[in-house]
C-alpha cells in the first residue's frame, strides 16, 4: 500500500495540553503537508514543509521533518477545544505532477 | 466567496444509475483533483487535471470518468453504480505544486 501511516490513530488530552502526532512514508517526496478535516468538512491546509527542510513553525504548530527516516511530526501547543479534529499527513512524491498521498489520520479530541 | 465548491453535497442513489459530481474553483489554479474518502477515512487520489488534460489516473475501474471543459472545473461522472462507491468525494485544486485547497466534499450513498 502507498499509504503513509500516522501514530496514534487517536488521541485525547485537555485543553492546555501539547499534542503530537507522528507520520510515516515510503517514498521520496517533494514535500510534506498537514491537513486538518473536521467531522463532516472538507480538509484544510495547515503547513507544508519541503523535503530540504527539517522544521517549521506555523503559529502554535510545530512541524518536523526527517527525510533520513521518512518520517514527520506535528506538534500542536496549548490545545483547545476548537483543535478537536482529524489531522492528515500527505506526501507530495517526487516528480513534476503534484500527486498527494495521505497518510491514514489521528483523531485528536481535546476536552474542556 | 467559496473558492472550491462542489455539487451536490449529499447523493442518495440506487445501484446501476449513472451520477455526476461538479466542481469549480474560483482560485485561477491550473491544476484539478478528485479524491475518494472511504467509510475508514482512507483518502485516495483518483485522478488529477492540469489545464484540462488528464495527469494522473489511479486504477480507478473506467466506469469513472472526470471530464473538465475548462480549468476552472473539473467534474466526475460515474456510471453504473456500485454499493463500494459508496464514500465521500472531494475535489480539490492547487497551483502546479504546493497546497492544495479542497471543497467541502460530496456524501454518496448507493442503496
Known amino acids: 500500500s502507498q499509504q503513509g501511516e500516522e501514530d496514534p490513530q487517536a488521541l485525547s488530552i485537555q485543553e492546555g495540553e501539547n499534542a503530537t502526532m507522528n507520520c510515516s512514508y515510503k517514498t521520496s517526496i517533494n514535500n510534506l503537508q498537514w491537513y486538518r478535516q473536521n467531522s463532516g468538512r472538507g480538509l484544510v491546509h495547515l503547513i507544508l514543509?519541503?523535503?530540504?527542510?527539517r522544521e517549521k513553525h506555523s503559529g502554535r504548530l510545530r512541524v518536523t521533518l526527517d527525510t533520513s527516516k521518512k518520517s514527520s511530526s506535528l506538534l500542536i501547543t496549548a490545545s483547545r477545544a476548537a483543535d478537536t479534529a482529524s489531522y492528515f499527513c500527505a506526501t507530495d512524491g517526487a516528480g513534476t505532477a503534484s500527486k498527494l498521498t495521505f497518510g491514514t489520520g489521528t483523531r485528536l479530541q481535546v476536552t474542556l | 466567496d467559496t473558492a472550491v465548491s462542489q455539487t451536490p453535497k449529499y447523493l442518495v442513489t440506487q445501484m446501476g444509475n449513472d451520477k455526476s459530481i461538479k466542481c469549480e474553483q474560483n482560485l485561477g489554479h491550473d491544476t484539478m483533483y478528485w479524491y475518494k474518502q472511504d467509510s475508514k477515512k482512507f483518502l485516495k487520489i483518483m485522478f488529477s487535471?492540469?489545464?484540462?488534460?488528464?495527469?494522473i489516473n489511479e486504477t480507478v475501474p473506467n466506469r469513472f470518468s472526470p471530464k473538465s471543459p475548462d480549468k476552472a472545473h473539473l467534474n466526475l461522472h460515474i456510471n453504473s453504480l456500485e454499493l463500494g462507491d459508496s464514500a465521500v468525494y472531494f475535489c480539490?485544486?492547487?497551483?502546479?505544486?504546493?497546497?492544495?485547497?479542497f471543497g467541502p466534499g460530496t456524501r454518496l450513498t448507493v442503496l
Open positions: 480539490a485544486s492547487s497551483p502546479r505544486q504546493g497546497r492544495q485547497f
Open positions: 487535471y492540469n489545464n484540462k488534460e488528464l495527469i
Open positions: 514543509i519541503r523535503s530540504n527542510e
